[in-house]
């Protein structure tokens, strides 16, 4: 293989992933036009990579409506990765838990790369609530489980991030500069729990705490969401540490040093 048929390859290699990761996010399916115009692809490439995605069973359309969408094959692909690591279910335990103790959503989210996905959620029952499907994302600094997670690494690498993603100015609230960002991850260093005070969604407040490797690594975090109207500043705190102390008893648990 020459060099630029192997650059081709690699290209094509990313371009099949962009897809796959646009068809996820689109419930209803997309529209090959659509496919194209959103990914920045010619329509004949776009075509080509869909084709080629579904005869591995990676992508299918519908023969009624023309719609795009994922096919089986990446669930099975997918679901390797929970089958690895299912920190989801050991986890509903305690999300049920955190939720019955402060009434608001409990979620658990992971990182990936400049985003939080959440992967699992416990809805409050209050008839006014927060959520936030599995599989949302939110930006790494809007999101006190984003925060949460990153407070486990050096300053370096936080930095490093804030240059390689930027900072998102979603609401009137979202920090802009790397030194409020630093100011606060200091803060939760300290007090054991990140917020999220409006930062991505106006009117939503979050609290969230990391769980840790042996090694100091971040795997995942908890949170509670809920309206800022309810999720007042004089609860933040309390609510702060009942996230901290539920996150250090499925800490535990997850080393083996508790059952649940």
Known sequence: MTIDSE???????????????????????????????????????THRLLTTLEKRGFA??????????????????????????????????????L??????????GVLDDGEVITVAQVESREIMRAIAPPGGRAPVINSAMGK??????????????IRRNGLQPLTATSLMRPE????EIARIR?????????????????????????EGEPLFAISISGLAARVTQ???????????????????TLSGEADA
């Open 99 to 108: 939720r019955d103790a402060t009434r608001e959503t409990a979620n658990l």
């Open 180 to 183: 409020a960002v630093l100011a």
């Open 148 to 161: 949460a997670m990153i407070a486990a690494w050096p300053d370096a690498a936080i930095l490093d991030l």
């Open 190 to 214: 300290q007090e054991g729990y990140a917020v999220d005070d409006e930062e991505f969604l106006p009117g939503m407040r979050c609290v969230a705490a990391a769980i840790l490797s042996a």
């Open 7 to 45: 650059a081709q390859g690699v290209q094509s290699v990313d371009r099949a992933l962009r897809i796959l990761e646009h068809l996820a996010r689109q419930s209803e399916g997309a529209r090959l036009s659509d496919l194209a115009r959103g990914l920045g692809l010619a329509v004949s490439t």
């Open 60 to 97: 299918q359309a519908s023969a009624e409506s023309g719609l795009w969408h994922v096919g089986r094959r990446a669930y099975f692909v997918g679901s390797a990765y929970g089958r690895r690591v299912n920190y989801a279910a050991v986890a509903l335990p305690y999300l049920r838990r």
């Open 234 to 252: 004089d609860r933040i705190a309390r609510c702060g540490q009942t996230v901290s102390l539920i996150a250090q008893q499925l800490a535990a």
